[in-house]
C-alpha cells in the first residue's frame, strides 16, 4: 500500500487592509438596505396608508363589496364593525379589515397573491 502524502489544510486570509475603515466596508450592505428600503417598503407603507383611510372614511350609505366577495349597502359604522344591507330584510356584520373596495371601482385591497387554495 502506498501512503498519501500529507498536506497541512491552508487557509488563504486577505491581510485586513491598511487604508479601508469600517464604514467603507459596511457601505455596501448600506447600500443594499436603502435600495430595499425604496423598492419595498416605501410602496407597500403607502398601498397600506390608503387602505387605512378608505377603511376610515366608510360612511352609512357607501355601497361596498368584502374582501370575500358580498355586495353590500353599509347601515351602520362602528369602531371594528360595518353593518351591510346584502338583500331586503337582510343585515350582515363584517369587520371593518373585511370591506375591499367601493362597487363598480378597483378594489382598495389587492388580494393576496399565493394564497394556494
Known amino acids: 500500500m502506498t501512503e498519501m502524502p500529507s498536506v497541512p489544510l491552508v487557509l488563504a486570509m486577505a491581510p485586513p487592509a491598511q487604508g479601508q ?3 467603507v ?4 450592505l448600506a447600500l443594499m438596505l436603502v435600495i430595499f428600503y425604496v423598492i419595498v417598503l416605501m410602496p407597500m407603507r403607502k398601498r397600506q396608508k390608503k387602505v387605512d383611510e378608505f377603511r376610515a372614511g366608510l360612511k352609512v ?3 361596498v363589496i368584502t374582501t370575500g366577495g358580498m355586495f353590500g349597502l353599509v347601515t351602520r359604522v362602528s369602531d371594528q364593525t360595518v353593518q351591510l344591507q346584502v338583500a331586503d330584510k337582510v343585515k350582515i356584520e363584517f369587520s371593518r379589515s373585511a ?3 367601493y362597487q363598480g371601482q378597483e ?3 389587492q388580494p393576496e397573491s399565493g394564497s394556494g387554495l
Open 21 to 23: 475603515s469600517m464604514l
Open 107 to 109: 378594489p382598495v385591497v
Open 61 to 63: 350609505g357607501d355601497k
Open 99 to 101: 370591506i375591499g373596495g
Open 25 to 28: 466596508s459596511l457601505l455596501p
